[in-house]
């Protein structure tokens, strides 16, 4: 099957859901899985599974402070679970990852089509429902928080597939920023796909037969593609104006890990103003030449585009990409003079350090490889087993240590990264973080304080692939 040619689409953006009804504290939104296609590859027509069957699904905007109700209503041959990442979220509304939402109509398994996809077994239709409502009371601050899907075991496949959204959240402190807004701010959801002979997504990208030895090893180290989406589109191309632009990177790729850069840079480099991370608004600026992202996290960036010459173009590349990898979206800068009353001020928001020194407890959990399976301190994922009790309200240190790149998910709150392998934190932890990227043989120490919520949650790694092979564990917040 011929590639999608490159820089050749308009690069699209998800349309904003509107709400089916609001009242004095509450936003309801309605979200249907489902079939759909899309046409990527000439000729051909991509089959996806999607929220309201699209890919990316449509972007939910909640107020800070407004409760958020979405009731999520599954027509996928499949069970799902559906989980806000980064959401400040009860257990019950959080996709743990047997609270299912069973296909309409009954069955599991059924017209799956690939090996992935088999029905899983011992699950009866009768003990779920095929709608769920999630409610999400958005007691937290501005932030990029996106939503996917989290079934047991099938997380990878079915995020592959199609079923990922954005989720933003605004609040009265950031609009008073007079940060880029409107058509000027851009959410980009980044993702790597491979096709197969009829244009369909291949899953796992490699063909196992082909000088590999096992179908393990197309799934081991997480499925990767040689086509790299922005919003669902190859490679696209954004006509821009001369002027600030606020971008929210979001590393949605399987497994796939990124160096983003602008090419060419402009006069100076810094070309990414970053203003916010995984969790919100930084308290100050800070401007990179490249930025690194692991799956799912986030990056705030603005890029002001009048410091390019009128009419030019410029590339997003990929510098940890080679041939169609390293290339991810162009933007063609319009010749018109425009006006622009964006800013970038030097002081963004409040934000409070967690102090490592009122720890209460210190815990460590290793990330590794043990036999044909990824555990976390030796232990497969068991549901309803728990390897740790923190307090609501207090604060503790988690150390992350890693065999190979594993990015670390938290659910419930973000942290801060307070060490790597004993020195300062990176280039790219600054600020709130719900994701950290921890490189091959590290150690990561961050500072989490649980807050408002007593129950299940989970920990793990976001490589997908990693994460449906037993990368996984659960935390009792108490
Ligand atoms: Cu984005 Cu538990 O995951
Ligand atoms: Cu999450
Ligand atoms: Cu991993």
Redesign the pocket.
């Known amino acids: 099957v011929p590639l999608p040619s490159r820089y050749a689409v308009p690069l699209p953006v998800p349309p904003v859901l509107k709400p089916v009804r609001a009242d004095a504290t509450t936003d309801y939104y309605e979200i249907t899985a489902r079939p759909g296609l899309a046409n990527l590859v000439p000729g051909r027509q991509t089959e996806v599974w999607g929220y309201q069957g699209m890919f990316p699904g449509p972007t939910i905007e909640s107020r800070s402070g407004r409760r958020t109700i979405v009731t999520h209503t599954n027509e996928l041959p499949h069970p799902t679970a559906v989980?806000l990442?980064g959401g400040h979220v009860p257990h019950e509304s959080d996709g743990y990852p047997l609270d299912l939402i069973s296909p309409l109509g009954g069955g599991s398994g059924g017209a799956g089509g690939n090996a992935g996809m088999a029905g899983m077994p011992g699950m009866s239709s009768a003990t779920f429902a095929p709608q769920r409502q999630y409610v999400y009371p958005m007691q937290q601050h501005a932030a990029t928080l996106w939503y996917?899907d989290?079934t047991m075991g099938f997380t990878g496949p079915h995020v592959y597939r199609g079923l990922a959204g954005f989720h933003i959240v605004r609040d009265e402190d950031e609009m008073a920023l007079d940060l880029p807004q409107g058509a000027r701010e851009l959410p980009l959801m980044i993702a790597d796909r491979a096709f197969d002979e009829n244009g369909n997504f291949a899953y796992p990208a490699l063909d196992p037969s082909e000088g590999r030895p096992g179908v393990q090893d197309a799934y081991m180290n997480g499925v990767l593609g040689d086509v790299i989406l922005v919003n669902g589109a190859p490679w696209p191309v954004a006509k821009v104006d001369r002027a600030r632009y606020r971008l929210r990177l979001l590393n949605a790729s399987n497994a796939r890990r990124y160096r983003l850069e602008l090419d060419p840079q402009p006069p100076g480099g810094g070309a990414l103003v970053q203003v916010g991370s995984d969790g919100g608004l930084l308290a100050r600026p800070v401007a990179h030449d490249g930025i690194e992202l692991a799956s799912?996290e986030r990056f705030d960036v603005v890029v002001d585009f009048a410091r390019y010459p009128a009419g030019s173009s410029v590339r997003l590349v990929n510098r940890l990409g080679s041939g169609g990898t390293a290339e991810v979206m162009r933007f063609d800068i319009g010749s018109a003079s425009v006006s622009d009353g964006s800013r970038v001020p030097d002081q963004l928001a409040t934000v409070e350090q967690l102090d490592p020194a009122k720890a209460v407890a210190t815990r460590t959990f290793l990330f590794a490889q043990s036999g044909t399976s990824w555990t976390i301190n030796g232990q497969e994922y068991q549901p309803g087993h728990s390897l740790a009790a923190p307090k609501l309200g207090q604060i503790e240190i988690w150390r992350f240590i890693t065999d190979v790149h594993h990015p670390i998910?938290l659910?419930l709150d973000p942290f801060q990264v307070i060490s790597r392998n004993n020195a300062a934190p990176g280039e790219y932890d600054a600020g709130w973080k719900d994701t950290v990227d921890v490189l091959p043989a590290q150690g990561v120490e961050v500072a989490v304080r649980f807050s408002d919520y007593a129950g299940q949650f989970?920990l793990?790694c976001?490589n997908l692939e990693h994460e449906d092979m037993a990368m996984m564990a659960e935390f009792t917040t108490e």
């Open positions: 989980h990442h996917h989290h799912a998910h659910h989970l793990h976001h």
